[in-house]
Nanobody, 124 residues
Framework: QAQLAESGGGSVQAGGSLRLSCAASGYSVSSYCMAWFRQAPGHEREGVAQISRGGSNAYADSVKGRFTISRDNAKNTLYLQMNTLQPDDTAVYYC??????????????????WGQGTQVTVSS
């Protein structure tokens, strides 16, 4: 059974950086479209970034130029490098798997496996 486990969250000041990790088991991250989502208090879960089997990626406008999604196939792990963090980036971050090798819409309904989430808090 596929499982995902996020780590790397924490508290940072505005302008700081964090790298989130998502360790996968039960399947290969290199074989599927993988993504990061986030959910802030009182808000719906929103897509942040996704990467296809072929390595094509896409980002939400709010994080373009600041966040980078990547994966290490040997470690079977997905990453999200977050730079120049802002208070609006405060949220619980989730990794997720889409049951296709290609990516399409970055909407949570299209993803079937989810991690438990990791908290990111950015203070001003």
């Amino acid at each position: 059974q596929a499982q995902l486990a996020e780590s790397g969250g924490g508290s940072v000041q505005a302008g700081g950086s964090l790298r989130l990790s998502c360790a996968a088991s039960g399947y290969s991250v290199s074989s599927y479209c993988m993504a990061w989502f986030r959910q802030a208090p009182g808000h719906e879960r929103e897509g942040v970034a996704q990467i296809s089997r072929g390595g094509s990626n896409a980002y939400a406008d709010s994080v373009k130029g600041r966040f980078t999604i990547s994966r290490d196939n040997a470690k079977n792990t997905l990453y999200l490098q977050m730079n120049t963090l802002q208070p609006d980036d405060t949220a619980v971050y989730y990794c997720a798997r889409r049951n296709t090798y290609y990516c399409y819409r970055l909407t949570q309904a299209d993803f079937d496996y989810w991690g438990q989430g990791t908290q990111v808090t950015v203070s001003s």
